[in-house]
């Protein structure tokens, strides 16, 4: 499978992007697919996820921020952030984990969307 992001850019603190990501040959409507980020000298993070059921869950820095969707019947996921900050910065990179759930490792990664705060 092929995921391939959008919508990286750059933004003044508290702004707002959306990204998204589009799946080639896989449906998410069966799979949990998620976003994940790495800035420089940082090890890669998890952001957001988004089980079969639509259930998402974040990591505890975007919380409230950042929104995570996902629109099956087109294989797109996107990822609303706003009130960006600085420490946001990164390489986003959207993952596919071939399983119903979202814990455990991710299967399929995409090649990432760059995102810059400043």
């Known amino acids: 499978v092929q995921l391939v992001e959008s919508g990286g850019g750059s933004v003044q603190t508290g702004g707002t992007l959306t990204l998204s990501c589009v799946a080639s040959e896989y449906t998410f409507r069966n799979y949990c697919v998620g976003w994940f980020r790495q800035a420089p000298g940082k090890e890669r993070e998890g952001v957001a996820a988004?089980?079969?059921?639509?259930?998402?869950n974040y990591a505890d820095s975007v919380q409230g921020r950042f929104k995570i969707s996902k629109d099956n019947a087109n294989s797109l996921l996107f990822l609303y952030m706003t009130n960006l900050k600085p420490e946001d910065s990164a390489t986003y990179v959207c993952?596919?984990?071939?399983?119903?759930?979202?814990?455990?490792?991710?299967?399929?990664w995409g090649q990432g969307t760059q995102v810059t705060v400043s």
């Open positions: 988004i089980d079969s059921e639509g259930d998402p």
């Open positions: 993952a596919l984990r071939d399983y119903l759930h979202c814990t455990g490792t991710f299967d399929y």
